[in-house]
C-alpha cells in the first residue's frame, strides 16, 4: 500500500477523521498494514495485548467467551483498553474472511498518543462511548 493510500485510509476511520495532515502522516509511519486469513485470532480475551488495529478491509467477529458480541468493518478499531490499561484483553476478536488492517505497537500507541493530544482525547472519548453502549445493551 502507498503512503497516500495510507493516509486516505486513516481519514476515513472515524476515531481519526479530526486529525490534520501531519497527525495522520504520523500515524502512518507508525503503523504497518497486515493481512489475515478466515478465522485468525487477532486479539484473546484474558491475554495481555500489545497492539491496537484499525479495519481497512473486511469483517471480524468480537467473542466473550463463544458469544458472538458484535461484529466490527471498515473504520472500525478494536485493542485500546489493552493498551490502555495494560490488563487483559476484554474480548477475543477473529477474522471472518480476508481482512486488512493497520496495527500500532504498544509503544508507538503511547507516542501517537503523548504527541497529539486530541488523538488521546478522541481515543478516550471513543471508549467512553463503548461504555456507554455496553451500559444501555445490559439494562435492555
Known sequence: MSRDE???HLRKVPLFAHMGQRELERLGQLAD???VGLDQVLA???HVGHEFFIVLDGRLRVLDGKR???QLARGDFFG???LLDGR?????????GITRLLVVGHREFHALMDEFPDVRVA???AVAERLR???ADATE
Open 68 to 70: 458472538e458480541i458484535t
Open 123 to 125: 481515543v478516550l472519548g
Open 44 to 46: 484473546e480475551q484474558g
Open 88 to 96: 487483559p484483553r476484554t474480548a477475543t476478536v477473529v477474522a471472518d
Open 6 to 8: 495510507k493516509l486516505d
Open 33 to 35: 498494514e497486515v493481512e
Open 80 to 82: 485500546e483498553i489493552a
Open 133 to 135: 453502549r455496553f451500559e
